[in-house]
Antibody, heavy 117, light 107 residues
Framework: EIQLQESGPGLVKPSQSLSLTCSVT?????????WSWIRKFPGNKMEWMGYITYSGSTNYNPSLKSRISITRDTSKNQFFLQLNSVTTEDTATYYC??????????WGQGVMVTVSS | DIQMTQSPSSLPASLGERVTIICRAS??????LNWYQQKPDGTIKPLISYTSNLQSGVPSSFSGSRSGTDYSLTISSLEPEDFAMYYCQQDASFPPTFGGGTTLELK
Protein backbone atom coordinates (compact mmCIF):
# COMPACT_ATOMS: atom_id res chain seq x y z
CA GLU A 1 0.00 0.00 0.00
CA ILE A 2 1.35 3.39 -0.96
CA GLN A 3 1.46 5.90 1.87
CA LEU A 4 2.79 9.41 2.18
CA GLN A 5 3.35 11.14 5.50
CA GLU A 6 4.24 14.76 6.05
CA SER A 7 6.22 15.92 9.05
CA GLY A 8 7.71 19.15 10.28
CA PRO A 9 7.22 22.06 12.65
CA GLY A 10 3.70 23.29 13.14
CA LEU A 11 4.80 26.83 13.94
CA VAL A 12 7.24 29.02 12.02
CA LYS A 13 8.13 32.65 12.68
CA PRO A 14 7.69 35.26 9.97
CA SER A 15 10.74 35.77 7.74
CA GLN A 16 12.07 32.32 8.63
CA SER A 17 12.08 29.19 6.47
CA LEU A 18 9.45 26.48 6.51
CA SER A 19 10.85 22.97 6.13
CA LEU A 20 8.76 19.85 5.71
CA THR A 21 9.48 16.22 4.99
CA CYS A 22 7.37 13.73 3.05
CA SER A 23 8.14 10.10 3.82
CA VAL A 24 6.96 7.64 1.20
CA THR A 25 6.32 3.94 1.69
CA UNK A 26 5.08 1.37 -0.77
CA UNK A 27 6.67 3.08 -3.76
CA UNK A 28 10.17 4.37 -4.41
CA UNK A 29 10.43 8.03 -5.35
CA UNK A 30 12.76 7.09 -8.21
CA UNK A 31 10.16 4.83 -9.80
CA UNK A 32 8.68 6.98 -12.52
CA UNK A 33 6.31 9.38 -10.84
CA UNK A 34 6.52 13.00 -9.84
CA TRP A 35 6.20 14.06 -6.21
CA SER A 36 4.38 17.24 -5.35
CA TRP A 37 3.71 19.65 -2.56
CA ILE A 38 0.24 21.19 -2.40
CA ARG A 39 -1.20 23.47 0.24
CA LYS A 40 -4.67 24.37 1.40
CA PHE A 41 -5.19 27.77 2.93
CA PRO A 42 -7.70 28.72 5.62
CA GLY A 43 -10.74 29.59 3.53
CA ASN A 44 -10.21 26.45 1.43
CA LYS A 45 -8.17 27.68 -1.52
CA MET A 46 -5.73 25.02 -2.74
CA GLU A 47 -2.42 25.74 -4.45
CA TRP A 48 0.00 23.42 -6.19
CA MET A 49 3.48 24.45 -5.10
CA GLY A 50 5.87 22.31 -7.09
CA TYR A 51 7.21 18.86 -7.72
CA ILE A 52 10.36 16.82 -7.95
CA THR A 53 10.47 14.18 -10.63
CA TYR A 54 11.60 10.59 -10.31
CA SER A 55 14.89 11.67 -11.90
CA GLY A 56 15.41 14.56 -9.50
CA SER A 57 14.50 17.55 -11.63
CA THR A 58 12.13 20.12 -10.21
CA ASN A 59 9.36 22.42 -11.38
CA TYR A 60 7.78 25.13 -9.30
CA ASN A 61 4.69 27.28 -9.34
CA PRO A 62 5.85 30.61 -10.74
CA SER A 63 4.06 32.35 -7.88
CA LEU A 64 6.58 30.80 -5.49
CA LYS A 65 9.60 30.37 -7.68
CA SER A 66 11.92 32.68 -5.79
CA ARG A 67 11.13 31.18 -2.38
CA ILE A 68 10.69 27.45 -2.89
CA SER A 69 13.02 24.49 -3.06
CA ILE A 70 12.11 20.81 -3.31
CA THR A 71 14.82 18.25 -2.75
CA ARG A 72 15.00 14.57 -1.96
CA ASP A 73 16.92 11.82 -0.18
CA THR A 74 16.54 8.68 -2.21
CA SER A 75 18.24 6.55 0.46
CA LYS A 76 15.43 7.40 2.86
CA ASN A 77 12.72 7.58 0.19
CA GLN A 78 11.85 11.08 1.31
CA PHE A 79 11.39 14.41 -0.37
CA PHE A 80 11.43 17.82 1.19
CA LEU A 81 9.92 21.26 0.94
CA GLN A 82 11.69 24.44 1.89
CA LEU A 83 9.84 27.73 1.65
CA ASN A 84 11.86 30.81 2.50
CA SER A 85 10.89 34.19 3.90
CA VAL A 86 7.50 33.05 5.09
CA THR A 87 4.72 35.42 6.06
CA THR A 88 1.38 34.90 7.73
CA GLU A 89 -0.01 34.34 4.22
CA ASP A 90 1.88 31.02 4.17
CA THR A 91 -0.23 29.66 7.01
CA ALA A 92 -1.83 26.55 5.52
CA THR A 93 -2.13 22.80 5.65
CA TYR A 94 0.64 21.32 3.54
CA TYR A 95 0.18 18.08 1.64
CA CYS A 96 2.56 15.91 -0.27
CA UNK A 97 1.12 13.91 -3.13
CA UNK A 98 2.15 11.59 -5.93
CA UNK A 99 1.47 12.86 -9.43
CA UNK A 100 0.44 10.07 -11.81
CA UNK A 101 0.67 11.50 -15.35
CA UNK A 102 -2.29 13.85 -15.05
CA UNK A 103 -3.72 13.65 -11.56
CA UNK A 104 -2.66 13.33 -7.93
CA UNK A 105 -3.40 9.75 -6.98
CA UNK A 106 -1.96 9.43 -3.45
CA TRP A 107 -1.93 12.12 -0.79
CA GLY A 108 -0.51 12.45 2.68
CA GLN A 109 -2.67 13.33 5.66
CA GLY A 110 -1.44 16.91 5.64
CA VAL A 111 0.42 18.94 8.24
CA MET A 112 -0.85 22.26 9.50
CA VAL A 113 1.73 25.03 9.58
CA THR A 114 1.08 28.35 11.25
CA VAL A 115 3.28 31.35 10.59
CA SER A 116 3.21 33.56 13.63
CA SER A 117 5.58 35.39 15.91
CA ASP B 1 -2.83 30.49 -14.88
CA ILE B 2 -6.16 28.86 -15.69
CA GLN B 3 -8.79 29.92 -13.18
CA MET B 4 -11.25 27.24 -12.07
CA THR B 5 -14.61 28.56 -10.90
CA GLN B 6 -16.39 25.96 -8.80
CA SER B 7 -20.01 26.19 -7.73
CA PRO B 8 -21.72 26.13 -5.40
CA SER B 9 -19.27 26.81 -2.60
CA SER B 10 -21.71 25.28 -0.14
CA LEU B 11 -24.36 22.68 -0.90
CA PRO B 12 -26.85 21.61 1.77
CA ALA B 13 -28.42 18.29 0.82
CA SER B 14 -30.29 15.31 2.25
CA LEU B 15 -29.51 11.63 2.35
CA GLY B 16 -30.55 9.96 -0.88
CA GLU B 17 -30.58 13.22 -2.81
CA ARG B 18 -28.91 13.66 -6.19
CA VAL B 19 -26.44 16.55 -6.30
CA THR B 20 -24.22 18.16 -8.90
CA ILE B 21 -21.12 20.31 -8.49
CA ILE B 22 -19.82 22.31 -11.43
CA CYS B 23 -16.42 23.64 -12.44
CA ARG B 24 -15.82 26.08 -15.24
CA ALA B 25 -12.36 26.84 -16.57
CA SER B 26 -11.22 30.28 -17.70
CA UNK B 27 -9.98 28.68 -20.92
CA UNK B 28 -10.29 25.36 -22.68
CA UNK B 29 -8.94 22.36 -20.77
CA UNK B 30 -9.90 19.56 -23.16
CA UNK B 31 -11.28 17.18 -20.52
CA UNK B 32 -8.14 17.45 -18.36
CA LEU B 33 -10.23 17.80 -15.24
CA ASN B 34 -9.99 15.81 -12.04
CA TRP B 35 -12.18 15.64 -8.94
CA TYR B 36 -11.08 15.04 -5.34
CA GLN B 37 -12.84 14.47 -2.06
CA GLN B 38 -11.56 15.81 1.22
CA LYS B 39 -12.96 14.28 4.37
CA PRO B 40 -13.32 16.23 7.65
CA ASP B 41 -10.18 14.53 8.99
CA GLY B 42 -8.22 16.13 6.12
CA THR B 43 -7.79 12.98 4.05
CA ILE B 44 -7.87 13.68 0.32
CA LYS B 45 -8.52 11.09 -2.35
CA PRO B 46 -9.08 11.23 -6.08
CA LEU B 47 -12.57 10.40 -7.27
CA ILE B 48 -12.53 11.00 -11.00
CA SER B 49 -9.77 11.70 -13.50
CA TYR B 50 -9.91 13.06 -17.03
CA THR B 51 -13.50 14.27 -16.65
CA SER B 52 -15.21 10.90 -16.27
CA ASN B 53 -12.79 8.11 -15.28
CA LEU B 54 -13.94 6.72 -11.97
CA GLN B 55 -11.07 5.77 -9.72
CA SER B 56 -10.82 2.26 -8.31
CA GLY B 57 -12.86 1.83 -5.16
CA VAL B 58 -15.02 4.89 -5.72
CA PRO B 59 -18.75 4.07 -5.61
CA SER B 60 -20.63 4.08 -8.87
CA SER B 61 -22.94 6.72 -7.41
CA PHE B 62 -20.20 9.18 -8.42
CA SER B 63 -19.90 10.28 -12.01
CA GLY B 64 -18.23 13.02 -13.99
CA SER B 65 -19.20 14.67 -17.23
CA ARG B 66 -18.68 17.68 -19.44
CA SER B 67 -21.09 19.98 -21.19
CA GLY B 68 -19.31 22.62 -23.19
CA THR B 69 -17.09 24.50 -20.79
CA ASP B 70 -18.82 23.12 -17.68
CA TYR B 71 -17.42 20.06 -15.95
CA SER B 72 -19.70 18.31 -13.48
CA LEU B 73 -19.41 15.92 -10.59
CA THR B 74 -22.69 14.18 -9.80
CA ILE B 75 -23.53 12.02 -6.83
CA SER B 76 -26.70 10.13 -7.68
CA SER B 77 -27.82 9.25 -4.15
CA LEU B 78 -26.10 10.72 -1.14
CA GLU B 79 -24.77 8.42 1.54
CA PRO B 80 -23.64 9.62 4.99
CA GLU B 81 -19.95 9.27 4.07
CA ASP B 82 -20.36 11.56 1.04
CA PHE B 83 -20.71 14.68 3.14
CA ALA B 84 -17.30 16.20 2.65
CA MET B 85 -15.46 18.82 0.65
CA TYR B 86 -14.98 18.45 -3.10
CA TYR B 87 -12.41 20.04 -5.40
CA CYS B 88 -11.88 20.11 -9.11
CA GLN B 89 -8.39 20.45 -10.59
CA GLN B 90 -7.26 21.13 -14.14
CA ASP B 91 -4.20 19.52 -15.61
CA ALA B 92 -4.33 21.00 -19.11
CA SER B 93 -1.95 23.85 -18.51
CA PHE B 94 0.96 24.58 -16.20
CA PRO B 95 0.63 25.17 -13.31
CA PRO B 96 -2.14 22.80 -12.26
CA THR B 97 -4.89 24.75 -10.52
CA PHE B 98 -7.82 23.90 -8.28
CA GLY B 99 -11.36 25.11 -7.94
CA GLY B 100 -12.37 26.90 -4.78
CA GLY B 101 -14.03 23.85 -3.26
CA THR B 102 -17.60 22.81 -2.46
CA THR B 103 -18.69 21.87 1.03
CA LEU B 104 -21.40 19.25 0.81
CA GLU B 105 -23.28 19.39 4.09
CA LEU B 106 -26.23 17.65 5.60
CA LYS B 107 -29.39 19.68 5.36
Amino acid sequence: EIQLQESGPGLVKPSQSLSLTCSVTGCTITSGYDWSWIRKFPGNKMEWMGYITYSGSTNYNPSLKSRISITRDTSKNQFFLQLNSVTTEDTATYYCARYNNYYFDYWGQGVMVTVSS
Amino acid sequence: DIQMTQSPSSLPASLGERVTIICRASQGISNNLNWYQQKPDGTIKPLISYTSNLQSGVPSSFSGSRSGTDYSLTISSLEPEDFAMYYCQQDASFPPTFGGGTTLELK
